[in-house]
Structure formats: C-alpha cells, structure tokens
C-alpha cells in the first residue's frame, strides 16, 4: 500500500522534474557585465613615488586592462632599479562567486600580471604568486563600489 | 584534538514487524502534513542508582529524539502533558485509546536499566496507534555518558522504519567557525553534531583553513590550509590530530574531496594561471592528473560509485558544471540554464548533483540529474554556496552570507538546511559564524 502511493509520486515528480527541463534547456547567456574594473585610487597604496602597488579587473576576467598594463609598466620599472626586491602578487576576487573557483581566478589574476611583469624585463625568480580568492577582501561592504575594489591584484615586497 | 570513539553495542531483542503498518511518511514531496507523533518519557528501571536518576535520561534522551524528528519536518510531535498514559504501563502495554484520543499516530516509548559494570540497557518501542501494533522495538547497550549518541540512533531507527529511507541523526558537521572583522577574518575547523551540539575547534585559528570535507571511509578529513603561507591541500586525523600535507606540488592544491572508496583525493592544482583537476592516491602516493585544459577546472566530486566525476569548469567563457568519466576521458557539459553554476556535489544516492547557482545577481542552491536535465532551484538569497548531502540524500546543509552595509559592518555567515523538497528550510545554531559545511555518513555505518 505503501509503495504505491510512493511509486505514484515519484512518477509525478518525474513529470515535473521533465518540463522544468523543457523549461532550462535554453541558449546559456551571461549575466556578467563585461567591463567594471575600478580605476579609482581609493584602496591604493603605493611601491614607490608614482608607483601604485595594485591592479583591478572586471567580474569574471583575469585580462589586464589597459590602466593595469600603465600601472604593472610602473612597477616593472621601478622593480628593475631595485634588483635585489623581491615581490608576492596576490590575486584577489570579489564575493560574489563560490569560494573554490574564486581562489583559482586570484591565482589566474595574479599570474596575469606576473606574465606582465616578466614580459617586461623582471626576472621570473623574483616574484611568487598567491591566491586569496575572495578571503581578504579590501572594502568589506557588499556593493559594486567595495566588489570592483576588491578584483585586484596587489604587488607586496617580500624583502 | 582527539576525538573519543564510542561503541555500542546494538541488540535486536525483538523485532515485530508489521509490513502492512497504517502509519507512514512520504518523503518524496513537501511534507505540509507532518506525522503526529507521540514521544513519551521514557521509564527508569527502579535498581538505578541515584547517580544514573540524576542524569534526567528518562526526559533527556526522548528530547532529544523529539529534536531530531521535528527538524527532519517530517514529524510533529505532540505536546507531553496532553499524555494520559504513564510512561511504564505505556511502554509495556499501550492502551491504544487513550493515544487515539489525542489524535497522535504514532508513539514511541522506552525503558532505561541497568546492565554490568555501569552499563545502560536502552530499549525503545515505536507503536502504530492507528492500527494498534508495534512496529519495532530496539535495545542498546552503552555507557551513560554515551546517552546522546544513543538518541541519535534511535531517532535514525524510528525515521527509518516510518519513511522507508536510512535516517541521517547519528552523524556529524565538520565546518569553518569564523570570527573578527571581514578584512581579517579568523577561521578554524569546528566539528559537531548533525543537531549543533559538541562544538570542538580541531585548529587553533593561526592560519586561513577552508573546505574541509570528511571520508566517506575513516575518521578523516581533507581541507585546505595557508600554513607558511602556502595554500595547499591537507589531510587530517580526527582521532590522532595528525595531519599530512597532500602531495608535493610546487602550487596551491586546492578543492580536496575524498573518492568514494576513501582512498583517494581529488583536488585542483593551480599553476600559471592555469587550474587542472588531479587526483593522489592516499597510500601510494601516485598522483594523476585528470583534466588538461587552459580553463578554470575545479570543484570536483565523484559519484557514489566512483566511476564518475562531477566539476565546475569555465571552458565555455562561464562557469559551468560538467561530468567525466573517472579516468578523466569523455568530458560533457550539463548545465545549460541562464547564470553560472558551481560547487557541483553528487548525491550518496547517485541520481542527482547538488550546485550554486548565480542567477541576476541572486544566488540558488539547487539540484539537477546527472544528465543535467530536471533542474530545480530549492533556494535563492544574497549569497548561499558550497551544499553537502546528508548521509540518506533527502538534506542539503549549505552556507549563506548576509551582506555588509556600506561601511562594511554587519554581515556574517551561517549554516542553512533545506530538504531535497525545497521545503522545511532551517538555521543550524553555531556559536560562531559557520561556513563551507560538510556532512558525514552514518557514524553507526550502512
């Protein structure tokens, strides 16, 4: 008696489960914006003289913006002067997204600008990378402001 | 850092089953309805000692049973002044009209006696009082001190035999306990009881820890953690205390899960820019690297057979969940709704994958079959990630955040759990803030 009504059920379920699959099967579309990375000084602190020590990125996106490649210029430069600093990159997300997958976009954001640094006369032996995903953010609120602040990565000497 | 290991010893002394019993529990839809239930004290053997009387158990231990099938929401159980029957007669012999008068369905009962060397004799009846039979008695044989885990037993046998299904009480909550401001928050891994009690701290809170999840197999836990500053993947000893860095890797490893058989973990490396998912076998120490792709390749977790893997991939451009063969071969997208989809967790009964989702700035918890079709959305807030199966696959325990304001006060996280219905939705208490839970099996085993 039991087990009918139970396999009654799970035959409607099964329906259910069957249309709401008919209903989902749609052309995946992105709910990201494509280009929000902060480009304020608020957060920034600075390597040097003229030397800003981060660089932000859009939701989702480990690419350099062209404000990143100015700066990652800037510390290439002032990095080459002074060859015997050695630096960490630590790549940071917002907290919007699930923690596993951030902490590999802080470790692609701050290779990003490795790659960059590299590209630009720094020797590969002098910078190590480290990702936080989305546990050390730099504003603690929870808005666009504070999210577009904490996609960065920050350039921190190690000696 | 050690954890005590309880035995007990369970004694079947009768076991009157009755499969043609009125009274049972449909767990398949939202139980709107819940079964009324009458739990009565249970009776003290009068050769107790004073020392046992003054431990409550005749109140404590159907307390506690009463706890665990309320929450379940599939139970509603019946005020105990409205009882008319005394605990001992009621145990022995119920009379069926009295319980019929208060509109209860079913009753449990029980008796608390004196076994050698200080050792208790718990035994329960759970009755049907529509049908006037006894559905099955039970005797368990422990330590007074062990009297919780005894509860939780009971309460797994009673659930059990009124709903059909394995019962999920008599386990356990490993989880992140979180304290301090955002920018500096301090995280340790607490471990407790399935209901919240028995919070102990297994790390001291020196450096980031965060994923742990336990062995289907052992009294293990793998988890991640910043010691020295170098994330890495680690596996640890509840009972010893003992932990093993997992593998030599010359990056972060992050994303650990255990396979199903416990004798491997699967996690993801990160080098270059660059996440693969790899596998190291606990033993030997052989590592297999499973995925190869310049994309985002993390977050795996196995079928409860083992033979195939569950991940969350951003090969399309977004995060998706995709399956694999375990041998890494045959890789298959499932998920095709609007939003990006994460944290995929196969259930331990093998039809479905539990995910996060992020939907218009909202985020679900929510479950699809392994072919990704039937996706059902069970939950949307603020922010809410990272689900965990209970032990029988009917409950999900998952975290959610409450934001900050604009000067970043407030906010915090919080353990949830919501059953496979969408329904029955419930804070689990934790003296800190609590995040990234995961349930373990059956402590009493399968």
């Known amino acids: 008696m039991l087990s009918k009504k139970l396999s009654k059920v799970a035959l409607a379920l099964v329906v259910t489960l069957f249309l709401g699959a008919c209903a989902t099967q749609q052309q995946a579309t992105t709910t990201t914006k494509g280009d929000d990375a902060y480009t304020g000084t608020e957060t920034v602190k600075y390597l040097a003289d003229g030397v800003p020590d981060r660089v932000f990125f859009s939701t989702n996106k480990s690419d350099l913006t062209s404000a990143a490649t100015a700066t990652l210029a800037k510390q290439a430069t002032y990095l080459k002067a002074n060859p015997t600093l050695n630096v960490v990159l630590e790549g940071h997300a917002d907290e919007r997204g699930t923690r596993e997958y951030n902490l590999a976009l802080g470790e692609r954001r701050a290779t990003a600008a490795k790659n960059y640094l590299i590209s630009n006369g720094v020797a590969a032996n002098r910078i190590k990378v480290i990702s936080y995903g989305k546990e050390k953010p730099a504003n603690p609120a929870s808005n666009v402001l504070a999210w577009s602040q904490n996609r960065r990565t920050v350039t921190v000497k190690t000696n | ?446």
């Open chain 2, 1 to 446: 850092m050690r954890y005590k290991i309880f035995k007990i010893i369970v004694l079947f002394f009768i076991l009157t089953t009755n499969s043609f019993a009125l009274v049972s529990v449909d767990i398949t839809r939202g139980n709107l309805d819940p079964l009324p239930t009458a739990i009565s004290d249970f009776y003290l053997d009068s050769k107790l000692g004073d020392n046992i009387k003054n431990l409550k158990l005749e109140t404590k231990i159907p307390e506690l049973i009463q706890n665990n099938l309320t929450r379940s929401g599939l139970f509603f159980a019946l005020e105990k002044k409205s009882f008319i029957q005394r605990p001992e007669p009621a145990h022995n012999k119920p009379r069926f009209e009295d319980w019929a008068f208060i509109k209860t369905q079913v009753l449990v009962t029980g008796k608390i006696s004196l076994e050698k060397e200080g050792r208790l004799r718990v035994e329960f009846k759970l009755w049907d009082v529509v049908s006037a039979t006894e559905l099955s008695a039970l005797a368990f044989y422990t330590t007074p001190d062990n009297w919780r885990r005894v509860s939780h037993m009971i309460s797994d046998k009673i659930y059990e035999r009124l709903t059909g299904e394995k019962g999920y009480f008599d386990s356990r909550i490993i989880y992140v306990s979180e304290t301090g401001p955002k920018v500096d928050r301090k995280k340790r891994l607490a471990i407790m009881d399935q209901d919240g009690y028995g919070v102990k701290y297994l790390t001291l809170g020196n450096e980031l820890v965060l994923t742990p999840r336990f062995s289907p197999a052992s009294q293990h836990v793998t988890y991640m953690s910043y010691f020295k500053n170098l994330p890495r993947v680690y596996l640890l000893n509840i009972e010893t205390g003992l932990q093993d860095l997992v593998g030599d890797f010359p990056g972060m490893t992050f994303a650990p899960r255990f396979s199903p058989d416990g004798k491997k973990i699967i996690m993801s490396f990160a080098e270059e820019g660059n996440s693969d998912i790899y596998t190291m076998d606990i033993k030997t120490r052989v590592v297999e690297k499973l995925t190869d792709h310049p994309s985002i390749d993390t977050s795996p977790s196995y079928s409860p057979d083992g033979s195939y893997i569950a991940f969350n991939s951003d090969r399309s451009g977004f995060q998706q969940i995709y399956t694999m063969k375990s041998d890494g071969t045959n890789i298959k997208r499932i998920s095709f709704g609007e939003g990006l989809y994460g944290t995929p967790v196969w259930s331990p009964r093998g039809d479905l994958i539990a995910f996060t989702k992020l939907y218009k700035n909202k985020f679900y918890i929510g479950v699809m079959r392994s072919d990704g079709s039937g996706e059902r959305l069970l939950t949307e807030n603020y922010y809410q990630e990272a689900p965990s199966w209970a032990p029988n696959g009917r409950v999900l325990i998952f975290y959610r955040e409450t934001p900050t304001d604009s000067g970043g006060r407030g906010g915090g996280a919080k353990l949830w759990s919501i059953d496979l219905t969408g329904y029955n939705e419930r804070l689990i208490q934790t003296p800190t803030d609590a995040s990234d839970p995961s349930w373990s099996g059956l402590l009493s085993g399968k």
